[in-house]
């Protein structure tokens, strides 16, 4: 039972608890806190990299903790957002009136959260977890109260995530009417025994069905996106970073687990979900990349592309929930599109949060000329930006090349050819902002101060687009037992 | 003698610029270096071809280590390699960039960044011609759209906005039909890599099926088509170059856009059998296409009104002959492929840069509003003059000899090739109004040397000054060296060329 010691999970809740009792009885200054909460989630992070998968992975509490090479992968890149996400909130603190100390301390909640998400190998468990994540996103999501925005993105993130929330334990109640259990491998168990026959069919995949609209809210796919451009602009920039990188993950993840842990291969609920996954898709990316053009705020453009992109991820669950030669390529797709996107769009919402002004914030005429302000903001921004448009050298060619490839050997051909259309569009507007940011006249010559340590953290994650663009055999270590572990 | 060196003294000369030091200097000695080392590297190229084990599948200093193996992703390898074919388009790569970078002034504003862009863009073509791995082949060309869209977008002329944008949205999506492409025929044909060399070999022994190819065929035509500028996938074209500032189109215009030929002749002749169902389908759309780059397009530049627009059109006009050297399927037209690019490289680059220094000089680019410039620029009218009748294809410049090899080859197959009585006709329409073009080409050559060099010099232009020094001149006399050198002795480029084609069209089918 050696991974009940090492399982981040525990130890990120025992951090927050520390920090919270510290901040309300030694009354350390927010900002300490802020620190012990990026050096306890970094040590935390190394932890989970040294830990051991066992071959094929193991199970604990007859199979609802399941700690396989998806459970890591996911894990691992929950833990480096959320280390990102309060590195960034250091420089954030001024913008938040009161509690700041909370503001550190929840995310480390959240990850506790999404960590679980990743190991659960039951319904039930998913959907505690899930709450953990999502209640704790409604504070942070409103934590500016004196803004308005953030009040708003607040109230809607609330109304649409109890909405979907309420799909999801629906279709687990169909499930669980039909097959028994809420395990996921009893699930399958049963399905694949052929139990589930004629009149209890359809039932059964309308219970898939909700559960997949459920987690299409979470991962922001089309037409269950409406949330996230007002979100997205309201919320506090690191939260902003965190709900489309994170909070976008987990619904993957757990989308993973439904689709290949319970209901696996088995061909008559695969002919459902593909076709609602490929709608799913196409509508994501050409509804993405298409409303993000005549986007004027870059955090609300940010989150029409990040729309986008779930449609490019979603091609990769397709090829790796499918069955044949697909699949290993479907898991190495998935992986690496996720780690090119956490990249870029940590790098891009970094930027974001230094840049953030008061009045008319994030608008894009804000970044004009930005290159004769600071150079290593415009720079590090155009690098973000490269890198989620797929142009190389950067890692999000890597990426897109091989979804790309997965639609190929899936025999998704519309949704390549939708994908090069999007991927068109998204130039467009990805290089709109290079353009203003390198060429147009700056409102304003005052240079922009970078913090040492954030400088630091912009050219770690540049330098990370690069490398990994380029020697891409760490790619390679990084996305194996996630791959494997879905073969 | 190996040729990652030709890769990294571009990329040192940016490293040097980024470290603050001068940075026109650097250019031009690392464009230099660059330009002797290829020099170097072809006189080290085994001719005979002969010797053995220098050679492998016919390439030489061949550098193969396996790059990438992703699970399920096909096998990538860093696999670089030198033939007849890819070595000229180097040498035309150092040449124009060396000219490139020798003639953009010091004082250019944020000259730093513009010298480390020209090079990025040179380095990304050397890359792509030098891959032989489709995976390096495709992004180092694409890696080199991103310096043209800010080379254009930064010190552009007129429309530079849009002309910047639209020139990297319509490669973009050249591009990625491009790559549809070679995933199909990647995947398709079982070798499960990205390497050239192994796909050719791969389906030397088990040829990919009728309908593959005919899917594969319309990919790689309009991907490598839009790269091209083959009608009607040419409107980026003439308006990029028209706003870019001359050292971009140079490199873009002589040699970025050779790399969609280059792609065709290296990838899409030896992968999909041109004796087969599909080539002979999709071929009559290849006839209509280039006759309206010769034809539609060639009587649009006899239209225009602007001196740099014209030069624009024009070298997509010639983009034509290209593909009706590649329509020809013939050994000397394709060799003659191979000379043109060269030729029309040299001869577009050595044009954008006159016009762009005419347009620096006298701040104007309306030809009718020029005139009579040749009594005060002698150097620049001769050499203007040189570059026209280059690209008009005079005997003596290097551009007539790929275009007569060209005609040679299409009449070679009309009266050799495997026709039946009355077969050859269609493809005979086709050379006949092709060689039409020479004349259309030859009208506005003709006429803009005229209106701009000689008739009445206007009043204001009464003090407009030559290009006085060594050193300004330099360029331009490279350039044009080159192109005399080449007309005179072509065979420095065709016989290697035609030596690989054989050996590359020999081991295809």
């Known amino acids: 039972?050696?991974?009940?010691?090492?399982?981040?999970?525990?130890?990120?809740?025992?951090?927050?608890?520390?920090?919270?009792?510290?901040?309300?009885?030694?009354?350390?200054?927010?900002?300490?806190?802020?620190?012990?909460?990026?050096?306890?989630?970094?040590?935390?992070?190394?932890?989970?990299?040294?830990?051991?998968?066992?071959?094929?992975?193991?199970?604990?509490?007859?199979?609802?903790?399941?700690?396989?090479?998806?459970?890591?992968?996911?894990?691992?890149?929950?833990?480096?957002?959320?280390?990102?996400?309060?590195?960034?909130?250091?420089?954030?603190?001024?913008?938040?009136?009161?509690?700041?100390?909370?503001?550190?301390?929840?995310?480390?909640?959240?990850?506790?959260?999404?960590?679980?998400?990743?190991?659960?190998?039951?319904?039930?468990?998913?959907?505690?977890?899930?709450?953990?994540?999502?209640?704790?996103?409604?504070?942070?999501?409103?934590?500016?109260?004196?803004?308005?925005?953030?009040?708003?993105?607040?109230?809607?993130?609330?109304?649409?995530?109890?909405?979907?929330?309420?799909?999801?334990?629906?279709?687990?109640?169909?499930?669980?009417?039909?097959?028994?259990?809420?395990?996921?491998?009893?699930?399958?168990?049963?399905?694949?025994?052929?139990?589930?026959?004629?009149?209890?069919?359809?039932?059964?995949?309308?219970?898939?069905?909700?559960?997949?609209?459920?987690?299409?809210?979470?991962?922001?796919?089309?037409?269950?996106?409406?949330?996230?451009?007002?979100?997205?602009?309201?919320?506090?920039?690191?939260?902003?970073?965190?709900?489309?990188?994170?909070?976008?993950?987990?619904?993957?993840?757990?989308?993973?687990?439904?689709?290949?842990?319970?209901?696996?291969?088995?061909?008559?609920?695969?002919n459902y979900w593909s076709l609602l996954l490929i709608i799913m898709a196409a509508a994501s990316m050409l509804l993405g990349n298409l409303a993000a053009i005549p986007q004027r705020n870059l955090k609300r453009m940010l989150a029409y592309s990040s729309i986008g992109h779930s449609g490019f991820v979603l091609i990769g669950v397709l090829a790796l929930a499918g069955s044949g030669p697909a699949r290993e390529l479907g898991g190495t797709a998935v992986g690496i599109y996720l780690i090119s996107y956490l990249i870029a769009s940590l790098l891009a919402f970094v930027i974001v949060a230094i840049v953030t002004q008061k009045e008319s914030p994030d608008a894009i005429h804000n970044y004009a000329g930005l290159w004769q302000r600071s150079p290593l903001l415009a720079g590090g921004l155009a690098v973000a930006l490269i890198s989620l448009a797929g142009i190389p050298p950067t890692v999000g060619f890597v990426g897109k090349l091989t979804i790309f490839t997965a639609a190929w050997e899936a025999n998704l051909y519309s949704l390549f050819w939708i994908g090069v259309a999007a991927a068109v569009a998204g130039f467009y507007y990805y290089l709109g902002v290079v353009k203003t940011m390198f060429w147009s006249k700056p409102l304003d010559t005052e240079p922009i101060p970078v913090a040492p340590s954030l400088r630091f953290l912009i050219l770690l994650l540049v330098v990370a687009t690069f490398v990994l663009g380029f020697f891409t055999t760490g790619l390679q270590v990084m996305v194996g037992d996630l791959v494997a572990a879905n073969l | 003698m190996t040729l990652l060196l030709l890769l990294l003294i571009p990329l040192a000369a940016i490293f040097l610029i980024m470290l603050r030091c001068p940075a026109k200097p650097v250019a031009v000695w690392g464009a230099a270096a660059n330009f002797v080392y290829s020099i170097v590297m072809m006189g080290g190229y085994d001719t005979t071809g002969s010797a053995g084990?220098?050679?492998?599948?016919?390439?030489?200093?061949?550098?193969?280590?396996?790059?990438?193996?992703?699970?399920?992703?096909?096998?990538?390898?860093?696999?670089?390699?030198?033939?007849?074919?890819?070595?000229?388009?180097?040498?035309?790569?150092?040449?124009?960039?060396?000219?490139?970078?020798?003639?953009?002034?010091?004082?250019?504003?944020?000259?730093?960044?513009?010298?480390?862009?020209?090079?990025?863009?040179?380095?990304?073509?050397?890359?792509?011609?030098?891959?032989?791995?489709?995976?390096?082949?495709?992004?180092?060309?694409e890696f080199a759209l991103i310096p043209t869209f800010l080379l254009i977008g930064i010190w552009g002329t007129q429309n530079r906005q849009f002309a910047?944008?639209?020139?990297?949205?319509?490669?973009?999506?050249?591009?990625?039909?491009?790559?549809?492409?070679?995933?199909?025929?990647?995947?398709?044909?079982?070798?499960?890599?990205?390497?050239?060399?192994?796909?050719?070999?791969?389906?030397?022994?088990t040829a990919l099926s009728e309908t593959d190819q005919f899917a594969i065929w319309p990919l790689l035509l309009v991907g490598f088509g839009i790269l091209i500028s083959l009608f009607p996938f040419h409107t980026w074209a003439p308006g990029g170059y028209a706003c870019a500032p001359p050292a971009a189109a140079m490199m873009h215009a002589g040699v970025l856009k050779k790399f969609g030929i280059y792609g065709i002749l290296r990838v899409a002749m030896p992968c999909l059998d041109p004796s087969g169902a599909a080539w002979a389908y999709w071929e009559p759309w290849l006839w209509v296409l280039l006759l309206g780059n010769v034809l539609f397009v060639g009587y649009t530049t006899v239209a225009q009104k602007e001196l740099p627009l014209m030069l624009g059109?024009?070298?997509?006009?010639?983009?034509?002959?290209?593909?009706?050297?590649?329509?020809?399927?013939?050994?000397?037209?394709?060799?003659?492929?191979v000379m043109l690019m060269v030729a029309h490289g040299l001869s577009a680059a050595l044009l954008f840069a006159i016009a762009g220094e005419i347009q620096q000089r006298t701040g104007e680019n309306r030809m009718d509003q020029l005139g009579g410039l040749a009594k005060r620029m002698p150097f620049l009218a001769t050499a203007f003059v040189l570059g026209?009748?280059?690209?008009?294809?005079?005997?003596?410049?290097?551009?007539?000899?790929?275009?007569?090899?060209?005609?040679?080859?299409?009449?070679?197959?009309?009266?050799?090739?495997?026709?039946?009585?009355?077969?050859?006709?269609?493809?005979?329409?086709?050379?006949?109004?092709?060689?039409?073009?020479?004349?259309?080409?030859?009208?506005?050559?003709?006429?803009?040397?005229?209106?701009?060099?000689?008739?009445?010099?206007?009043?204001?232009?009464?003090?407009?000054?030559?290009?006085?020094?060594?050193q300004e001149r330099a360029p331009y006399i490279l350039l044009m060296a080159v192109l005399l050198l080449l007309g005179f002795v072509p065979s420095i480029i065709t016989s290697n060329a035609h030596q690989s084609l054989s050996l590359m069209l020999g081991g295809g089918s």
């Open chain 2, 164 to 205: 910047s944008m639209q020139l990297t949205l319509y490669l973009t999506l050249g591009s990625l039909v491009l790559l549809g492409g070679i995933l199909a025929l990647v995947l398709w044909s079982g070798a499960n890599t990205f390497d050239i060399v192994d796909i050719q070999k791969q389906l030397a022994n």
């Open chain 2, 313 to 337: 059109f024009s070298s997509v006009m010639h983009m034509g002959y290209m593909f009706l050297g590649i329509a020809t399927f013939d050994l000397i037209g394709l060799t003659g492929v």
């Open chain 2, 53 to 141: 084990s220098k050679i492998i599948d016919g390439y030489q200093f061949v550098i193969k280590y396996p790059w990438l193996d992703l699970p399920g992703l096909p096998l990538i390898s860093f696999h670089l390699g030198l033939d007849g074919i890819n070595a000229p388009l180097v040498f035309l790569c150092t040449t124009v960039t060396l000219a490139a970078v020798s003639l953009t002034p010091a004082t250019i504003k944020r000259a730093p960044e513009f010298f480390i862009y020209v090079l990025l863009m040179s380095l990304g073509a050397l890359g792509a011609f030098l891959s032989l791995d489709l995976f390096f082949f495709f992004i180092f060309h």
């Open chain 2, 388 to 470: 026209s009748l280059a690209s008009v294809g005079m005997p003596g410049l290097a551009n007539f000899a790929g275009e007569i090899m060209i005609f040679f080859g299409a009449f070679n197959r009309i009266n050799f090739g495997a026709y039946e009585a009355g077969q050859a006709v269609p493809l005979m329409i086709v050379v006949i109004l092709a060689i039409w073009g020479i004349v259309i080409s030859a009208i506005y050559s003709l006429r803009s040397i005229s209106k701009v060099f000689f008739g009445d010099l206007p009043e204001r232009y009464a003090e407009v000054r030559d290009l006085e020094t060594f």
């Open chain 1, 1 to 270: 039972m050696t991974v009940l010691f090492d399982a981040p999970e525990i130890w990120l809740t025992v951090l927050a608890c520390v920090l919270l009792l510290g901040e309300a009885f030694t009354g350390v200054r927010s900002r300490t806190i802020g620190q012990f909460a990026v050096v306890g989630t970094a040590v935390i992070f190394v932890v989970t990299l040294l830990s051991v998968v066992p071959p094929g992975g193991a199970t604990y509490w007859s199979g609802s903790y399941i700690w396989d090479g998806t459970a890591q992968f996911f894990k691992l890149f929950f833990i480096f957002t959320s280390l990102v996400v309060t590195w960034m909130s250091l420089t954030f603190e001024s913008q938040i009136d009161e509690n700041r100390a909370e503001f550190y301390v929840l995310p480390l909640l959240i990850t506790a959260g999404m960590c679980l998400l990743a190991s659960a190998g039951d319904f039930m468990l998913m959907f505690v977890a899930l709450e953990l994540v999502t209640i704790t996103f409604y504070i942070l999501v409103a934590y500016q109260r004196q803004v308005r925005a953030s009040l708003e993105a607040g109230v809607k993130y609330l109304i649409l995530g109890g909405l979907s929330s309420a799909f999801l334990v629906m279709g687990i109640a169909y499930v669980y009417g039909l097959t028994g259990s809420t395990n996921f491998s009893l699930v399958f168990g049963v399905i694949q025994a052929g139990e589930i026959t004629g009149p209890s069919v359809l039932p059964l995949a309308f219970g898939l069905l909700l559960v997949l609209v459920g987690i299409g809210f979470k991962i922001a796919g089309v037409p269950f996106h409406i949330w996230a451009p007002d979100v997205y602009q309201g919320a506090p920039t690191p939260i902003t970073a965190f709900l489309s990188v994170g909070s976008k993950a987990a619904g993957f993840v757990i989308l993973i687990r439904v689709l290949v842990d319970a209901f696996g291969l088995v061909q008559l609920y695969a």
